[in-house]
């Protein structure tokens, strides 16, 4: 931030603190652009401090133009909670819209010229006969978006979009889709016609991941897990791979629709949730943010004596006793696998029962760690049947690499669903949550992965692997066989060769190297300076 911005951000924030709404819009007339939802030291926006001091005009003029009341300042509070703390009861309504959720932020109206509209219009079905050439169907606008990895039936927010432009037709003219562009709201659809998407070359990138997955093929080693019998019944050639990109760009090869349970690769979700549930200062005077150096389901607790990290199957049983802990057994499972399909963009996430009683008539390792951690005061004695019950019911949720993906997407989008558009995570809880991810997530190769791959990822037992392109796409990687460590033997590798190729890795993107399948970054460290660092081969 320069010192003009850090100024502007001051005074703005400073105008919100003590009520001067007129300054505000003063402000805001002479910077349309400045970001509403910018934040002081203590991750305050100018809504929280307008909410915690009372100021209703003020809170009014922010929701106006669009400012989160689902942003959580250091403590992890919400606006809302600040306004009820401090007795300001006739600004919390103003938070909530009439179902008792959060108020969703109100997209912008874009901004397109005339000419730039008949170029978008030409561009929506670019090979219609020359004498329909003011005619534009809904079967050639899917195709298109289709070929950009946009698709109609999955995508919700573009669905949403394409039926206002329709409007129930299945043909619309050039002044209809003219009308439409300057009253519309959205900017997807613009974007995805100019070539504007997160992965703007979607042929060649596609054609590139399908040659290292077939690549991949060859590769054989590891053993699928036993020590669960239902996982050993698995098969072990199955191979699956997906992405989700921030704009809802989809791919898929392989096995896609193999069914498999989440395991470890579900701890980062409770992580997440718990955080918006119980804030993150809450969370951490139970758990850890350190590596523990040990294997994943090792009797070790931190110098505090708490789980080093949340990760781990110690944090992964304090996080289940403290989730919704007041409700009752059904009532916890209910409302966690609900905020993982939220994470899915609503898709429904499964539950595989064979999966789950396998475990729970196993699980000698997990029930040892209960009254481990019961000695130590983490558990009440009374606590760990049903915080067993949650956390096998967790791990035995069931789902495919699509929509694991779409999940992983999510969190590459800073927290909102990638194809509803929907705020399901706090920026606050997407952030903590990866960065433990970057440096535990891959149980005893942590370090090595941090170091290959560079990107936050939380693998399972199950053979599955999801990771975090920050800014790009989420990715589901699924293959049975693990190493030694409990990952995935192929999914690991393949996660390598895709990171390196592409150059995803975090390092990576900050001195915008790019990578290229077959050449390393010393061949090409010297040209990718000073270009986009998401831009990918084409």
């Given amino acids: ?8 951000t001051f005074a703005f924030l400073e105008a919100a603190s003590k009520g001067k709404v007129d300054v505000m819009k003063t402000f805001f007339n002479k910077y349309p652009k400045f970001n509403i939802n910018a934040t002081d030291y203590n991750k305050n926006t100018a809504l929280h401090l307008a909410s915690s001091n009372g100021h209703i ?22 606006p809302h909670y600040l306004a009820s703390k401090n007795h300001h009861k006739d600004i919390v309504p103003l938070l909530f819209d009439q179902k008792g959720t959060l108020r969703a932020v109100k997209a912008r109206p874009i901004k397109v010229s005339d000419d730039e509209i008949r170029v978008l219009f030409d561009m929506a079905d670019p090979h219609r006969p020359a004498d329909q050439a003011d005619k534009l169907t809904l079967h050639g606008l899917k195709k298109v978006l289709k070929e950009k990895g946009l698709h109609y039936q999955t995508h919700a927010a573009l669905k949403k979009e394409v039926d206002e432009l329709f409007a129930g037709q299945t043909d619309i003219v050039f ?12 900017n997807l659809l613009v974007r995805a016609l100019k070539n504007n998407l997160a992965v703007p070359n979607w042929k060649d990138f ?5 040659t290292i997955f077939n690549e991949m093929k060859a590769i054989k080693g590891g053993q699928v897990a036993t020590y669960i019998p239902e996982l050993g019944s698995v098969d072990s050639n199955l191979f699956a791979f997906a992405i989700t990109t921030v704009d809802g760009q989809e791919f898929h090869i392989g096995d896609n629709k193999a069914l498999f349970t989440l395991q470890s690769c579900a701890k980062p979700l409770l992580y997440a949730a718990s955080i918006e549930e119980q804030g993150d200062a809450e969370v951490h005077k139970r758990i850890g943010r350190e590596p523990s150096g040990q294997s994943f389901n090792a009797f070790v607790l931190d110098d505090e004596m708490k789980p080093h990290n949340a990760l781990i199957n110690t944090g992964g049983l304090v996080l289940c006793s403290a989730y ?17 399909s939220k994470m899915a963009g609503n898709v429904p996430v499964g539950f595989s ?30 606590q760990i049947p049903d915080t067993l019950q949650l956390y096998f019911e967790m791990c035995s949720m069931e789902t495919n690499v699509e929509v694991l993906s779409h999940i992983a997407g999510t969190f590459a989008s800073g927290g909102s669903s990638p194809c509803t558009g929907e705020k399901v995570l706090s920026f606050e809880s997407v952030k903590t949550t990866l960065q433990i991810m970057t440096n535990s997530g891959m149980n005893n190769t942590s370090g090595v992965w941090a170091t290959t791959v560079g990107l936050p990822a939380k693998s399972g037992v199950s053979g599955a692997i999801w990771m975090v392109v920050p800014n790009l796409m989420g990715i589901a990687i699924y293959s049975p066989p693990l190493d030694f460590n409990g990952n995935s033997y192929v999914g690991t590798e393949f996660a390598s060769r895709l990171a390196n190729s592409f150059g995803w890795g975090l390092f990576d993107s900050l001195f915008h190297i790019q990578g290229h399948p077959g050449r390393t970054h010393e061949e090409h460290a010297g040209e990718g300076k000073g270009k986009n660092p998401l831009q990918l081969p084409g």
């Fill in 353 to 382: 029962q064979s999966t789950y009683l396998s475990e729970a008539g196993t699980a000698f390792t997990n029930n040892s760690l209960a009254y481990f951690m019961s000695a130590k005061g983490l558990l009440k004695t009374e």
């Fill in 57 to 78: 005009d003020v809170v009014k003029f922010l929701l106006e133009k669009s400012a989160d009341p689902s942003l959580r300042n250091m403590q992890g509070h919400k």
């Fill in 324 to 340: 919704k802990a007041d409700k009752s057994p059904a009532h916890r499972f209910k409302e966690l696998q609900h905020a993982f």
């Fill in 175 to 186: 002044s209809d889709f003219s009308g439409w562009m300057k009253t519309g709201t959205s």
């Fill in 1 to 8: 931030m320069s010192g003009e911005d850090a100024l502007a």
């Fill in 206 to 210: 596609c054609d590139n991941v399908t």
